[in-house]
């Protein structure tokens, strides 16, 4: 796969083609984004693009270089990211990329090192690479990648040239489902629901996803119809904080999408719901939910979701579902 294909982030990639066929690639880059949105496929890529004896500003994907990096035997070319059963990189990782940095790469290329989770370098261990970043030679290159480029230590970011990833857009991930052969309703369904999220979309089996669509609409259904909600946060009980996040973000993504039904059936346009299956029920509560009330839900479900990006208080947001679907009960 080369840059030209990767989907999204359409500016990101035509700053990086010009920049490699200049030949003024920075040496040290730091992508930040969302999860699913192809970051590391972009890194990948870039590490092929400079190995590529075919072609300068991307990569051929068929010549000898390109695919001994496809199949992880290209010596220019180290992924590093944490070990499994570690919560951060560590020190002996850095010092491996300290020391090859300083080698001759192999067939006139390009070094290329790729940090996956940058910033789950701990300050001891980033300021142990901090040097061979600052002063790299001209055929080395860097490419760290994060999801919040908040926690990245300043010292790190400040030597790099910061490029930010958006969500990838519903559209395009709509697009990219159909054409894997799933249906148009399906397709919007998911994509609506995985919040930019393309890996995710792409991973998912319709099954699974139907699924977890049919928890979240028990738990929608109680929430609305219960006259004293139960805490929500009791959802996710006994699960690791980060699982937690996962199973409120995914679960409010539905809600949200169940609050759109309830609209259209109000309005009579049940052509377009995004859960026909559900039409009878999603009907059987809609006059409890008059449009100006589901309206209201969508933007504040809204609200909760962008909460989420900010390690929220789970506990307060518990409450806070509780307390809108009581406002909307009672009018």
């Known amino acids: ?26 040496n040290s880059l730091l992508l930040a984004g969302p999860p699913g949105v192809g970051k590391l496929k972009v890194a990948v890529n870039l590490a092929k693009a400079l190995n590529c004896l075919e072609l300068e500003d991307d990569c051929c994907d068929h010549c ?34 300290n020391y090859l940095s300083r080698l001759r ?20 261990v980033a300021n ?3 040097k061979t970043l600052e002063e790299p030679r001209p055929f080395v290159y860097f490419v760290l990648i ?12 400040s030597r790099c040239q910061v490029l930010k990833f958006k969500p990838i857009s519903q559209e395009d991930i709509e697009k990219m489902l159909i054409n894997r052969g799933l249906s148009e309703d399906r397709a919007s369904l998911i994509a609506m629901t995985t919040d930019g999220n393309l890996e995710l979309a792409l991973s998912l089996s319709w099954e699974e996803f139907r699924a977890d669509r049919d ?19 009791n959802l996710t009980a006994g699960r690791a904080k980060k699982d937690v996040l996962e199973e409120f973000k995914k679960t409010l993504s539905f809600f949200s999408v169940f609050l759109r039904d309830m609209i259209l059936i109000s309005q009579g346009e049940t052509a377009y719901l995004l859960n026909p299956d559900l039409q009878s029920e999603l009907g059987e509560l809609s006059p409890s939910m008059p449009v100006e009330k589901a309206v209201s839900g969508v933007r504040q479900i809204e609200n909760f979701l962008n909460s989420l990006k900010k390690n929220p208080n789970l506990s307060i947001m518990s409450y806070e579902m509780a307390i809108f679907f009581r406002e909307i009960r009672n009018g």
Not at 1 to 26: C, F, H, T, V, Y
Not at 73 to 88: G, T
């Open 215 to 233: 928890r979240a609409w028990l738990v929608f259904k109680k929430m609305v119809e219960a006259e004293q909600p139960g805490d929500f946060l």
């Open 128 to 130: 142990s690479f901090l």
């Open 146 to 157: 994060t999801e919040d480029l908040a926690v990245i230590l300043p010292t790190i970011r």
């Open 105 to 124: 790469p192999w067939n006139r290329g390009k070094l290329v090192f790729i940090i996956d989770e940058a910033d789950r370098m701990n300050e001891t």
């Open 64 to 97: 000898d270089s390109c695919l001994r990096i496809d199949r992880g035997q290209n010596p220019n070319v180290r992924i590093i990211s944490r070990e499994k059963n570690r919560e951060q990189i560590v020190k002996e990782q850095i010092d491996e990329i």
């Open 1 to 26: 796969m080369s840059l030209k294909e990767i989907a999204g982030n359409e500016q990101i990639k035509k700053i990086l083609k010009l920049s490699l066929g200049k030949g003024r690639l920075p």
